[in-house]
């Protein structure tokens, strides 16, 4: 059984940093690609990055291009989102998911396999 649990959210000013961690298990971490979403009340669940099995190829949604950064350590079994610039429309539930069959799960939620159960973060202006 695939399990994935985030950790590292908060609330924060508008402006600052936070990172939030998933750490997976369940399956050989480096069989898997990884992407991070997120979910305002009252809105969609939006695409926020995702990364390759092995690190080297990675995505942005528009809105957080250039501010955040995804990234992997197959060696610990964690993909971080690191978080600069924050803004108050940041503020949501964020969550890692998993995909088991494809290099690269690109950003649509429908291609990911497994979800952990989100970690909240608010950002304050």
């Known amino acids: 059984q695939v399990q994935l649990v985030e950790s590292g959210g908060g609330l924060v000013q508008a402006g600052g940093s936070l990172r939030v961690s998933c750490l997976v298990s369940?399956?050989?971490?480096?069989?898997?690609?990884m992407g991070w979403f997120r979910q305002a009340p009252g809105k969609e669940r939006e695409f926020v990055a995702a990364?390759?099995?092995?690190?080297?190829?990675?995505g942005y949604g528009d809105s957080v291009k250039g501010r955040f950064t995804i990234s992997r350590d197959n060696a610990k079994n964690t993909v971080y989102l690191q978080m600069n610039s924050l803004k108050p429309e940041d503020t949501a539930v964020y969550y890692c998911a998993a995909e088991a069959d494809a290099y690269y799960g690109g950003s649509s939620y429908l291609s990911y396999d497994y979800w952990g159960q989100g970690t909240q973060v608010t950002v304050s202006s």
């Open positions: 990364i390759s099995r092995s690190g080297l190829s990675t």
């Open positions: 369940g399956r050989t971490f480096g069989t898997v690609s």
